[in-house]
């Protein structure tokens, strides 16, 4: 595979537009509201403006929702791919020089629509007694769950056994994996 050398900007810039481009913002927007923002008590979050410092590490971080996201879109692995090519990683900061040598680029399909049912879904769930606990609950379960894939060859018995532990976990998300059966069966996903 060839090789090529790709700015650090450029790397945000692409990261923050695959997860436009797959509707993230909506299910932000929620997790925000209701408390779960990753970025709080962050030094370098400035009230109503935003992130001061956007690096590398925050970009290519996930939490639960946004990996369960990508998961069931099948965009997982390739962002997770890309992003083990780029050095420097840290917690909210990153030590990336300006240029690095990379051998995949970062390529996310338009699919904003799917992130608008998982919202809707997280928004009643907040919106019930207790919600915005069981909510961030869930969210670090997605992400430990969705983490133990990467210890098995995928299509083994554990494997298998991961997926269903996804899928039961992912109950409360229904309107949204309601639409992606729909979309599956018309062979849209
Ligand atoms: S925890 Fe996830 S959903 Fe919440 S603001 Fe951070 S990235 Fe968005
Ligand atoms: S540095 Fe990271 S955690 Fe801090 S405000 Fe920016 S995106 Fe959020």
Not at 7 to 24: F, R, Y
Not at 48 to 70: D, E, F, H, M, P
Not at 96 to 119: C, K, M, N, S
Request: aromatic residues 10%.
């Amino acid at each position: 595979m060839a090789t090529f050398i790709l700015e650090k900007e450029t790397a945000i810039t692409n990261g923050l537009q695959g997860l436009q481009s797959v509707g993230a913002n909506n299910i932000c927007e929620v997790c925000i509201a209701s408390g779960g923002s990753c970025c709080n008590e962050c030094p370098f979050l400035k009230d109503k403006v935003g992130c001061q410092q956007r690096n590398i590490s925050c970009t290519a971080w996930l939490c639960g929702y946004l990996k369960y996201l990508l998961y069931e879109l099948d965009l997982l692995t390739h962002w997770n791919v890309f992003w083990e090519q780029v050095p420097g990683q840290s917690y909210r900061m990153d030590f990336t020089p300006d240029q690095f040598p990379v051998e995949l680029q970062l390529q996310i399909p338009e699919l904003p629509q799917y992130a608008a049912y998982i919202a809707k879904d997280l928004q009643q769930l907040v919106r019930q007694r207790g919600g915005a606990l069981i909510a961030f609950e869930l969210r670090e379960r997605l992400d430990r769950q969705i983490d133990r894939l990467d210890l098995y060859e995928p299509g083994s018995r554990s494997y298998k056994r991961v997926q269903k532990n996804i899928q039961k976990l992912a109950e409360p998300f229904s309107q949204f994996q309601q639409f992606v059966a729909a979309e599956r069966l018309a062979k849209r996903l």
